[in-house]
């Protein structure tokens, strides 16, 4: 670090020295200095400017430690510096250089050094660049994407255990139905031979106290053919007996649905977490170039995010409508046995799906996932008219959109074609209080909303969510 100078001048000691010479080691005045270059023994000393002396040499010994003299040659063989006496005493017949050569050498090695050093910074800049931006993001995104699949998991198993739950529950409450009505039917059956019973005990003790002979027979003739009837009451059957809990066939009994539904899971590339990804990645691409596209069609900020934003949601439902369409028909035809079909309490033909079994319907529905996440060209031909009527659009708004909207269409299908389905959120009324655990806000700040501009991805419904929605909030002079 170069010396901020405030040192006096070594000869007159009055002025303030400008400049210094590494000979005499002395910082010298301009007067002092103007002197010393006359002098045949100094003129030829090495002097600069004292702002650019590096305090460590004033710490150097620049003269020999044996004779008290300057160097002035470099000795190759012993690799030291040496004064003018020592070349021909204790360095006799040794490979000599001039210190002017060896300090030009040096450098030039100096200048190499620097040259490393400073691709070596620019390495090491780039490196913490690098990890500052690309390793940091990727990091928490890493992060992220983890605890997005734990909490799908959990969300899973959690679903599991309650399906599996729910079937043994209602298999027990079935049960318990059907016993308790019989036991109910039993009893009232019991309790109206009590009465008709104890009606004709009563009688018979009256008939008892009858004394005029003829009418006594009579009367007991007739109570004989009711006794006759009264002789056989029924005698109700046990109960079935509740069969005993068995934990370790419960808990085998999940174990396997977890077994079945993670090994699907593994290998299923479009499960909610890869929906989730492709969402964000639709937003993050093909949305912006459908925005460009529609403002070129003269369409101001906000209505092309409302355009965009029903291509998704309509699709969405309407894709919705579609899969409880196909659900009805698998539930009318598993509820079908042979030819006989049985109807519900209206009268009509609507399958009763209470009666299937949810594991069964769950199976179900998991094949016709798998039969069907694939056939989403028909879809991406067919829903695009509908989308059209819905918001009274043209071909050419489809046109501008086309591979934004072909894209909602299938991963719309994607989400509702899941079990249960992936849920979108998008109903938020204006002026109402951003969520900030849900929404990240689009160009504007503010705490209210103004309008939605991508809605919030959830595993399922009230489950928890995938992907943030986008928000733009309302401005304060609006």
Same mark, same amino acid.
């Given at each position: +670090? ?7 001048c070594?000869?007159?000691?009055? /002025?303030? %020295? ?5 000979e005499?080691?002395h910082?010298? *005045? ?7 270059e ?6 030829r000393?090495?002097?600069?400017? $004292?702002h650019? =002396?590096?305090?460590s040499?004033?710490?150097?010994? &620049? =003269? ?5 003299l300057?160097f002035?040659?470099?000795?190759r ?5 040496? *004064?003018? !006496?020592? @070349? ?10 001039d ?18 050093? !400073?691709? $070596? ?8 660049? /690098?990890f ?12 992220d ?7 799908e998991?959990?969300q ?15 298999q ?8 308790? !009505?019989e036991?109910?039917y ?6 109206? $031979? ?5 009606s &004709?005990?009563?009688?018979c ?26 002789d056989?009451?029924?005698i ?10 068995k ?7 999940? =174990?396997?649905?977890?077994? %079945? ?15 989730a990804?492709? +969402? ?6 093909d949305?912006i170039?459908?925005m460009?596209?529609l403002?070129?069609?003269?369409? %101001? ?7 965009? #934003? ?9 894709c ?5 369409? &196909?659900d ?10 042979g ?8 009268g /009509? /033909? ?16 998991? #094949? ?14 067919? &829903?695009?008219?509908y ?9 050419q708004?489809?046109?501008a ?10 991963y719309?299908w994607?989400? !509702? ?28 700040t503010?705490d ?8 919030v991805l ?11 929605? @986008?928000?733009?909030p309302? $401005?304060?002079?609006?």
């Amino acid at each position: +670090m170069a010396q901020e100078s405030a040192n006096k001048c070594d000869i007159c000691k009055e /002025d303030i %020295g400008k400049v210094f010479c590494y000979e005499c080691r002395h910082f010298l *005045c301009k007067s002092c200095n103007s002197w010393h270059e006359k002098f045949p023994a100094t003129k030829r000393h090495t002097v600069t400017d $004292s702002h650019s =002396v590096d305090r460590s040499t004033l710490m150097l010994k &620049l =003269v020999c430690a044996d004779h008290n003299l300057q160097f002035a040659y470099y000795c190759r063989d012993c690799r030291c510096l040496i *004064c003018a !006496q020592c @070349v021909t005493s204790v360095h006799k017949g040794h490979s000599i250089t001039d210190i002017m050569d060896i300090a030009a050498e040096s450098r030039e090695v100096v200048k190499k050094r620097l040259s490393t050093i !400073q691709n $070596s910074i620019k390495i090491l800049a780039d490196l913490i660049e /690098d990890f500052k931006t690309t390793k940091q993001t990727k990091l928490q995104t890493d992060t992220d994407n983890f605890i997005k699949e734990i909490k799908e998991v959990s969300q899973d198993l959690t679903y599991i255990i309650e399906t599996v739950t729910e079937i043994n529950l209602t298999q027990a409450s079935d049960v318990h139905a059907l016993e308790k !009505q019989e036991l109910l039917y039993s009893l009232a059956k019991l309790e109206k $031979s009590y009465c008709e019973y104890n009606s &004709l005990h009563e009688r018979c003790e009256q008939v008892l106290k009858e004394k005029h002979d003829a009418s006594f027979f009579l009367i007991q003739e007739s109570l004989i053919k009711e006794f006759e009837l009264l002789d056989h009451f029924p005698i109700p059957e046990e109960p079935k007996e509740i069969k005993p809990f068995k934990r370790d066939d419960f808990i085998d009994s999940i =174990v396997k649905t977890m077994e %079945g539904r993670f090994h699907m899971i593994v290998e299923d590339p479009n499960r909610p977490m890869k929906i989730a990804e492709k +969402m964000t990645e639709l937003f993050d691409n093909d949305w912006i170039d459908s925005m460009e596209a529609l403002e070129e069609l003269g369409f %101001g900020e906000e209505e092309c995010v409302k355009i965009e #934003l029903h291509f998704l949601t309509d699709s969405y439902e309407e894709c919705g409508r579609l899969v409880a369409e &196909l659900d009805s028909h698998i539930e009318k035809a598993v509820a079908i046995s042979g030819c006989e079909q049985d109807t519900n309490k209206s009268g /009509d /033909d609507k399958p009763q799906s209470q009666n299937i079994p949810k594991e069964v319907l769950k199976q179900m529905k998991d #094949l016709r996932r798998k039969l069907t996440e694939n056939n989403v060209e028909k879809l991406q031909k067919k &829903l695009p008219e509908y989308l059209m009527k819905t918001r009274n659009l043209t071909e050419q708004h489809i046109s501008a959109c086309y591979n934004f909207v072909a894209k909602c269409i299938k991963y719309a299908w994607m989400m !509702q074609i899941q079990v249960p389905p992936v849920y979108l959120e998008w109903d938020f009324h204006r002026e109402t209080h951003i969520d900030t655990d849900i929404f990240r806000r689009y160009t504007k700040t503010g705490d209210l909303v103004d309008f939605i501009v991508w809605p919030v991805l959830y595993l399922f419904k009230d489950g928890p969510v995938l992907n943030k929605g @986008v928000v733009q909030p309302k $401005s304060a002079n609006k």
